[in-house]
């Protein structure tokens, strides 16, 4: 098995594709430092934060007497509540940018990195129809469903790759134009309650947990890979999702309850963690897993049973 996925790895980096999504992620960090920085650079520094901190309380609180949408109303109530949590245990927050805030900014990247790792993940079943080489690899005393297995632990260790570098990459860029580690606290709003973070504690959670989202994108896109064997295909719909699938959730979950039941209502498990709110109200971690659970297995059959009962002789 370890020698399939070294192959497989192999034949992903001799790609110059490869190489040019790999500089695509690190010139789209470089191009986000230098906004922040000029952006950083405009920020002025307040002489008293605290009157700030109240002057922006009691107008989240005028704004929450006006009819709103429920999700606009979440958001402003954790924004008073966090702000009335510094006020009462006297933390600063952040007036100038730091490398802590710079990367948790850098989160919302991770949406390149499951463009990315779609496209790899949607190209390596099907590729190997398009170019013939499936014959190559059937011919060999080696299972199908190693093959394929093989092939899904090589999109996993590259999206977790591309997560690697963003993180990193994000990390040195800040420290190089922020300096300094700056505050090491994150205030988050769960279930109700301000809960005070370690900040790097948070962002590893935060990335690790997004990995989940990267890896249901990938799983999608690797499965319509192989009951298609049409890497286009599995590509457009898979990015069509990617960046439409929860917008189109939480339009719906405006209206509909059922919509917590979507794909794209679960895989970002960050909203548990005081990142985000929870696409539906009333929606829990253990929901959400179970719902990653249930897809995952349902991709997973589809496609072990079109790749291993196919013919390809043709």
Do not use: C
Not at 249 to 264: P, R, Y
């Amino acid at each position: 098995m370890f020698n399939l996925i070294r192959n497989e790895w192999m034949k992903i980096f001799k790609r110059v594709g490869t190489y040019v999504m790999l500089g695509l992620l690190v010139a789209i960090i470089g191009i986000t430092g230098a906004t922040s920085k000029y952006l950083d650079s405009q920020t002025k520094v307040s002489d008293d934060w605290k009157k700030d901190v109240q002057t922006q309380i009691a107008a989240d609180k005028e704004s929450l007497k006006e009819n709103m949408p429920g999700y606009i109303k979440e958001e402003t109530e954790k924004s008073i509540a966090i702000n009335e949590y510094r006020l009462e245990n006297d933390l600063k927050p952040y007036q100038k940018a730091n490398v802590w805030s710079y990367v948790q900014d850098n989160a919302y990247l991770v949406m390149f990195v499951g463009l990315f790792t779609i496209i790899v993940s949607a190209g390596i079943v099907a590729s190997e129809f398009t170019w013939g080489t499936i014959k190559l690899l059937l011919i060999r005393p080696i299972s199908r469903s190693k093959i394929l297995i093989s092939k899904y632990i090589t999109v996993l260790l590259y999206g977790l790759s591309q997560l690697v570098v963003l993180f990193v990459v994000s990390f040195l860029l800040g420290l190089i134009l922020f300096g300094g580690i700056g505050e090491s606290a994150h205030l988050a709003y769960v279930d109700g309650a301000v809960v005070e973070q370690n900040m790097v504690w948070y962002l590893i959670k935060t990335y690790l947990l997004k990995t989940i989202d990267v890896a249901m994108m990938a799983t999608m896109a690797f499965m319509i890979s192989a009951v298609f064997r049409s890497s286009s295909l599995a590509i457009g719909i898979s990015v069509f999702l990617l960046f439409m699938g929860s917008n189109l959730t939480t339009l719906i979950a405006m209206k509909f309850d059922w919509a917590k039941f979507s794909l794209f209502a679960n895989t970002d498990l960050t909203q548990y963690t005081g990142f985000q709110q929870p696409v539906v109200k009333g929606m829990t971690m253990g929901f959400s897993i179970t719902m990653i659970l249930v897809y995952f297995v349902i991709f997973q059959v589809l496609a072990f049973v079109f790749f291993t009962k196919r013919d390809v002789a043709s």
